[in-house]
């Protein structure tokens, strides 16, 4: 590929490279999914409020549609597990809406920042993943 750059024109190689830069770029997106709406999820009024909340507090360590990681555990598909991957521990939402009050491990607790309330509506979205 150098050698025939090498060849080209300066004004040309320019105009390759470009392409090729362009040509990269195009297809690294193809892995970017646009992300859906509530309604196109089909949340109802208590997951969709879930959701913002996980927006806001969740999703800079928990991956809500991917199997990839962030500094915590991915969120998807976790009420189709019977155990949380890294504690062992049952999935269900008493466990769950112990962890989002009070922390555990690395993770902070959100009892300072969210209600009984919109734990219950985080709980409710995380159904949904």
Request: aromatic share 6%; proline share 7%; charged share 30%.
């Given at each position: 590929?150098?050698?025939?750059?090498?060849?080209?024109?300066?004004?040309?190689?320019?105009l390759a490279l470009v392409a090729l830069a362009a040509s990269a770029l195009a297809?690294?997106?193809?892995?970017?999914?646009r992300r859906k709406s509530d309604a196109e999820l089909g949340?109802?009024?208590q997951q969709a409020a879930g959701r913002k909340l996980y927006d806001n507090y969740c999703d800079r360590c928990?991956?809500?549609?991917?199997?990839?990681?962030?500094?915590?555990?991915?969120?998807?598909?976790?009420y189709k597990r019977q155990y949380m991957e890294?504690?062992?521990?049952p999935v269900n939402d008493d466990r769950m809406?112990?962890?989002?009050?009070?922390?555990?491990s690395k993770m902070e607790g959100f009892n300072h920042v969210m209600t009984?309330?919109?734990?219950?509506?985080l709980i409710a979205y995380l159904h949904t993943l």
């Open positions: 590929m150098k050698r025939i750059l090498n060849r080209l024109s300066p004004c040309v190689r320019g297809l690294s997106a193809c892995d970017v999914e949340l109802n009024p928990h991956e809500p549609y991917s199997s990839r990681g962030k500094k915590g555990p991915s969120m998807k598909g976790i890294l504690s062992g521990l809406f112990d962890i989002i009050k009070y922390g555990r009984d309330d919109q734990i219950r509506d």
